[in-house]
């Protein structure tokens, strides 16, 4: 998730002269990619907070992390202290590591925030939505209709349809700020949201969710703005809704 960057020539460095036999060598190496290894491990831990594929409370090995992206500890530990930074990762008594259990209070106040920065970036999707962003979006709606619609609901499937259709949305709205913004909410968001999807596969029949999403793919497609977070907002409000009543939040 985090972009490569070049690194430029600095202006005090000496140029090649003809006595220098490696410069055309290392010239044709190209410039390494600046990305470093706790960049690479933040990015990889934001996607699956994001995606879902961490549970509230879930409880994370370092030194597995470590192994399954064949890194050494340090990079592992600078990622979580970035992410615990986020307050998407807690560090716990005795060094211990795990997703957060949001709070009823904590999740409202999410749920809120969610409204009003999503439901912008719906709003400014709908206006300035290119043919291929359109497309893009009607490819993950029919993707998560598939996913619900099976016999028995693929969950997983659904939940990364669900994921991608919301963000290909945010895109189209070419803000990249915004995508930041909306990124910092669903990695506390990602993991109860989705937990709540894959936990109740049963619920992704004919829901809430696949009804706003045709709505809201129906104004993108009009370049209905109000109408588009009138879509967004009934999709995260419903979602919310059921959240709650299911009684997984701390008092």
């Known amino acids: 998730m985090t972009a490569a960057v070049q690194p430029l020539r600095s202006a005090t460095e000496r140029p090649a002269s003809p006595g220098d036999a490696d410069a055309s060598a290392l010239d044709a190496i190209g410039a390494l990619a600046r990305e470093t290894l706790g960049e690479r491990v933040t990015g990889e831990l934001r ?3 994001v995606a879902g594929r961490l549970a509230p409370g879930e409880k994370l090995s370092l030194r597995r992390v470590a192994e399954a992206l064949g890194v050494s500890m340090m990079p592992v530990r600078e990622a979580v202290s970035r992410l615990a930074a986020d307050g998407a990762l807690e560090v716990l008594p005795g060094r211990a590591v795990r997703v957060p ?19 912008f970036a719906a709003e400014e999707a709908a206006r300035q939505a290119t043919p291929a962003d359109v497309d893009r979006i009607a490819a993950f709606d029919a993707a998560f209709r598939q996913a619900a619609s099976a016999d028995p609901p693929d969950s997983a499937a659904a939940v990364a349809a669900n994921r991608d259709l919301h963000f290909a949305l945010y895109e189209a709205a070419a803000m990249p700020s915004l995508i930041e913004m909306i990124e910092r909410l669903w990695l506390k968001a990602g993991p109860i949201l989705n937990l709540d999807m894959r936990h109740e596969p049963r619920r992704l029949e ?4 696949m009804q706003a999403h045709a709505r809201l793919l129906e104004a993108v497609r009009r370049r209905d703005a109000p109408a588009a977070r009138a879509a967004l907002e009934d999709d995260i409000a419903a979602a919310a ?8 939040l701390r008092a």
């Not at 259990?101 to 439901?119: D, I, K, N, W, Y």
């Open 47 to 49: 996607a699956l907070l």
């Open 101 to 119: 259990v949001l709070s009823l209070a904590q999740f409202r106040e999410l749920t809120r925030l969610r409204l009003v920065v999503e439901g």
């Open 206 to 209: 004919g829901g809430s969710a």
């Open 241 to 248: 809704a059921h959240i709650e009543e299911t009684g997984q």
